[in-house]
C-alpha cells in the first residue's frame, strides 16, 4: 500500500509547476532555439546576402583603386576606412539584431517570461566529482551523446546530398564573370541553407515534444504529494471541520 502510495503516476499540479519554474526549473528544447536562430540567419542571408557582397566588393574596389594614388602616411585612406567600417556595420548589426531576436523569442516562447537566480546559485553538490562522474556516465548523458551523433549524422548527409546534387554547377563556374561565380555561390549556399534549416525545423519539433514529455514525467506526483500539497495550501481538512 505504502509503494502504490508513493508511485509517481499523478500529472504535476499548477502550483508544483509555478514552484519549479521561479527555480528556473522548465521544459525547454534547446534545439528550438537553436533552429529559429539558424532559420533566420538562412533568411536575412538570402534576403540580403547579394547586396551586402556587392556594396562589400564596391567598398573593396574603391579602396584598392585610391590605395595606389593616395599616401597612407598622410591618412588620406582613412576616410575611405571609415566609410568601409560604417557600411559593414550597417549590414552586421540588423543581422546580429535578427539573430538575437530569435534566440530571445525561441526561449521565452517555450516558457515565458523567468527571472530566477537559483540555476546561478552557488551549489556544492556540482562540485562533488562522485556526483560529476555519475552524471557524465548516466543513461540520461549516454542517450544525449547518442542523439547528438544521430542529428550530426543527418545533417551530414543532407549537406552531403545537396552538394552532390549541385556538383554539376561547379564545372561551369570557371566561365563565368567573378559577379556571376559569387551570384551562382550565394544562391548554391542559400539552397543549402533551407534544406538544413527545414531539417532543423523536423528535429526540433520532435525534440520539442520530447522534452516536454520528459519534464511533464520528472515533475510527476504521488498521491501523497498530491494532498500533502492541499493541506499545506487549503490546511487539514478534519481541522477545519473541527474549527
Known amino acids: 500500500?505504502?509503494?502504490?502510495?508513493?508511485?509517481?503516476?499523478?500529472?504535476?499540479?499548477?502550483?508544483?509547476?509555478?514552484?519549479?519554474?521561479?527555480?528556473?526549473?522548465?521544459s525547454k528544447s534547446a534545439d528550438v532555439v537553436s533552429a529559429l536562430v539558424f532559420v533566420v540567419a538562412v533568411s536575412y542571408l538570402a534576403w540580403q546576402g547579394w547586396e551586402m557582397t556587392r556594396s562589400q566588393f564596391r567598398l573593396d574596389q574603391l579602396l584598392l583603386s585610391?590605395?595606389?594614388?593616395?599616401?597612407?602616411?598622410?591618412?588620406?585612406?582613412?576616410?575611405?576606412?571609415?566609410?568601409?567600417?560604417?557600411?559593414?556595420?550597417?549590414?552586421?548589426?540588423?543581422?546580429?539584431?535578427?539573430?538575437?531576436?530569435?534566440?530571445?523569442?525561441?526561449?521565452?516562447?517555450?516558457?515565458?517570461?523567468?527571472?530566477?537566480?537559483?540555476?546561478?546559485?552557488?551549489?556544492?553538490?556540482r562540485l562533488n566529482p562522485v556526483n560529476g562522474f555519475k552524471r557524465v556516465l548516466s543513461l540520461r548523458a549516454l542517450f544525449d551523446a547518442l542523439r547528438a551523433c544521430v542529428k550530426l549524422l543527418l545533417l551530414g548527409g543532407t549537406a552531403y546530398y545537396a552538394l552532390k546534387n549541385l556538383a554539376p554547377q561547379f564545372y561551369s563556374l570557371s566561365s563565368l564573370s567573378p559577379w556571376g561565380y559569387v551570384h551562382v555561390l550565394i544562391a548554391d549556399l542559400g539552397s543549402l541553407g533551407f534544406k538544413m534549416a527545414l531539417l532543423l525545423g523536423i528535429i526540433a519539433a520532435v525534440d520539442w515534444i520530447f522534452t516536454r514529455r520528459e519534464f511533464a514525467k520528472k515533475m510527476r506526483m504521488s498521491k501523497r504529494e498530491v494532498k500533502d500539497e492541499h493541506k499545506q495550501r487549503e490546511g487539514d481538512p478534519r481541522v477545519r471541520a473541527h474549527a
Open 1 to 26: 500500500m505504502a509503494e502504490q502510495e508513493f508511485d509517481r503516476n499523478e500529472a504535476a499540479t499548477p502550483y508544483k509547476l509555478q514552484k519549479a519554474k521561479e527555480k528556473g526549473q522548465v
Open 66 to 125: 585610391h590605395a595606389t594614388i593616395l599616401d597612407p602616411g598622410g591618412g588620406a585612406l582613412w576616410p575611405i576606412v571609415a566609410r568601409m567600417l560604417k557600411e559593414t556595420l550597417l549590414w552586421i548589426a540588423p543581422f546580429c539584431a535578427a539573430v538575437t531576436i530569435a534566440a530571445v523569442v525561441g526561449n521565452v516562447g517555450q516558457t515565458g517570461p523567468i527571472l530566477s537566480f537559483d540555476p546561478i546559485t552557488m551549489d556544492f553538490d
